[in-house]
């Protein structure tokens, strides 16, 4: 079992940055993402992380301005956003599921079964 709390989240204007942080009772042996949902829009997955932090994949909206990782010996993970946008408003979600044996991870929300409670992120414009 794995329980996730997210943190960090605000108000910023846009431009701004923000960093989430997701503790958890332990997730060494598991995939970690980011997800959001914006009102009146579906669950996006945001980013996902591998297990040792070596690979990572990003949506097309948040590439180049947002960045995931993981310190396992904390159990947190991580979610770096710069060059915030009203559009990136919304709850945020950080999420488990266990890795699979020589498989990636990925940005599937069906794939996640650990979940947090959400943290809110709002930007003005």
């Known amino acids: 079992q794995v329980q996730l709390v997210e943190s960090g989240g605000g108000s910023v204007q846009a431009g701004g940055s923000l960093r989430l942080s997701c503790a958890a009772s332990?997730?060494?042996?598991?995939?970690l993402g980011w997800f959001r949902r914006a009102p009146g829009k579906q669950r996006e997955g945001v980013a996902s992380?591998?297990?040792?932090?070596?690979?990572?994949d990003y949506a097309d909206s948040v590439k180049g301005r947002f960045t995931i990782s993981r310190d396992n010996a904390k159990n947190t993970l991580y979610l770096q956003m710069n060059s915030l946008k009203p559009e990136d408003t919304g709850m945020y979600y950080c999420?488990?599921?266990?890795?699979?044996?020589?498989?990636?991870?990925?940005?599937?929300?069906?794939?996640?079964?650990?979940w947090g409670q959400g943290t809110q992120v709002t930007v003005s414009a």
């Open positions: 999420a488990a599921y266990r890795a699979p044996y020589g498989g990636g991870c990925t940005r599937a929300p069906s794939f996640y079964n650990y």
């Open positions: 332990g997730f060494r042996d598991f995939c």
């Open positions: 992380i591998t297990i040792g932090g070596g690979y990572t």
